[in-house]
């Protein structure tokens, strides 16, 4: 028996139990394996969904261009199917994702722009605004849009769904699984409850991401959006393929979590699986775990793994990124305002003001031995920043800007985090641009902000490792 293509091949994955992990637990647990498939994520089911729909809408003409803002693992099943039907491929993503799913991109002969994740969705430097101003500049080209285009949601109701009532033989109780565009939970869970409406589904959310709350709360609260590093997964935006009322609860799992219950399967259950696979399976654990009471052995809870532990070799699988990150060792309950607290001397910020010439600024920063500053205007609220790289750039390009006012050269303001973040949320952060936040204080502080860096960081953990007993873990 032989295939025609590679696309007949997609679909139909395994349907694993897991042994150890989650043993003392009432139900049955499953996994749906979705790394069988040949481009190694569950998003070669909407590759060929995408893409086809185009084609019946006469939307994209032969040799067209197919243009989409994907994590990775949309780009590699888009990218699998215009190959067998003579499509080019133009992806855009974020400098968040690892080298690996750039790198399979372009392995697969799609050209790949990089822009940075933490601009807002209408920022004309996001990936969504950059897939959506190629198709509007490019020929014969589509933005295929997975966060809204139905074809999403469809291609599991279609395939997912039907294979997870067909593998259990209709006795599935529970389906969980991440949410980042929706189609894959959404899809699938209108699917299951067709067939039994008493089927629940879990959604399983990233700290950081917006579904969490707009699920239990439905409020979209944009203070709650803050950079996280488990992939291909959670938004900060609401796709229309999210069908919250197809979804019967919503759970949290923070990257630590996550990042170490995806070391756990692949050493306890030789599930070899990426980032968002640990976190849904450590939200399945999690939401069982809460209800255990009203769960017995007859329940069969499906978790879904979306792709691969390959494209996480530099992360997720690497111990010096994970020990950098404070994933794999237990890591003291450290804050922001802790970290401040080690420091050896208390200082007032060092603040520029937008109209200050360049000169003075540097005069400052030099004096004082800093490498970046904030930027404040009258009413002291943080307008930019300006940092040393910033300032040599500008001088190298114009040596007479001495004269010219900061607001003219400054860079995004520097993230504004309160007192009260966590390490693994405040680390994430300071992996960005000058690698500095604003420590906000609290209601009373009057804006009185403290500025924190990765030393302050390294520091801090420093001597928190000497009085734990000389650093040892």
Known sequence: MWYDSVLDTIGDTP???????????PPTILAKVEFFNPGGSVKDRIGVSLIEEAERQGDIEPGGTIIEGTSGNTGAGLAITAIAKGYRCIFTTTDKQSQEKVDVLRGLGAEVLVCPTNVEPDDPRSYYSVARRLADEIPNSIYLNQYDNPANAKAHYETTGPELWEQT????????????????????????????EDVKVIGVDPCGSVFHKYFHEGVFDE?????YFTEGVGEDILPENMNFDLVDDFVEVDDKTAMQMTRRLAEEEGLFIGQSCGMAVAGTLQWIDAHRDALSPDDVVVVLLPDSGFRYLSKTYNDDWMQNHGFLETNPDVTADQVLSTRQKQTNIIAAGPDDELGD????????????????????????????TRILNELIENPDSRKAPVREIMGTPFPVVPASLHLDHLSSYLERDAGAVLVDH???????????????????LAKVGQSNGNGAA
């Open 442 to 460: 609290g209601p009373n502080s009057q804006k009185e902000y403290s500025i924190l860096t990765k030393s302050d960081l390294i520091s801090a």
């Open 361 to 388: 600024v540097i005069e400052t920063m030099t004096d004082e031995g800093i490498s970046q500053m904030p930027v404040l205007d009258d009413n002291h609220e943080v307008v930019g920043s300006i940092t040393e």
């Open 169 to 196: 033989e209709g006795q599935i109780t529970h389906f969980v699984a991440g949410a980042g565009t929706g189609g894959t939970i959404s899809g699938t869970a209108r699917y299951l409850k067709e067939q039994n």
């Open 15 to 25: 349907l694993v139990r897991l042994n150890e992990i989650g043993s003392d637990l």
């Open 223 to 227: 203070d709650e959006i803050y950079p």
